[in-house]
């Protein structure tokens, strides 16, 4: 599948993970995972809103995917770009940790910035200066 060949109707039926694909596989290079959802959002229409909504979900897909590796923090490539020892480094297994804890802050700033209360009963910093 080219994903120039698909009609817009195609493109959104097609799953996340594979549009990635079809991105770095025609990119050629490894791309920053912000940037690979940027073009997914693009590409499917999202609003700020559902990328922001979807983006844990993309990148939950891409890291049990087999075809993704990452190469980098927040890089991701394709596996078959790169020789076995590579995808096998304990350096790869700790961006990727590194990757997912900067989704996870990336969602908890959110939910802050939605103005959820603060259930622990403390004041924020952020909270304090404007009390």
């Known amino acids: 599948m080219n994903l120039a060949e698909l009609n817009e109707e195609g493109i959104r039926e097609t799953a996340m993970v594979d549009i990635a694909y079809h991105i770095l596989n025609e990119n050629g290079e490894p791309l920053l995972y912000r940037e690979i959802m940027k073009e997914i959002g693009r590409m499917k229409g999202f609003s700020e ?22 190469v980098g923090k927040s890089l991701w490539g394709l596996k078959r770009w790169y020789p076995l020892d590579q995808t096998t480094d304990s350096a790869v297994a700790q961006n990727v940790k590194e990757d997912l804890d900067e989704v996870e802050e990336d969602l908890f700033e959110e939910e802050d910035s939605e103005g959820e209360e603060d259930l622990d009963g403390d004041f924020d910093e952020d909270e304090e200066k404007t009390s």
């Open 49 to 70: 809103e559902e990328s922001q909504r979807l983006i844990a979900q993309l990148y939950t897909e891409i890291n049990i995917d087999g075809r993704f590796i990452c």
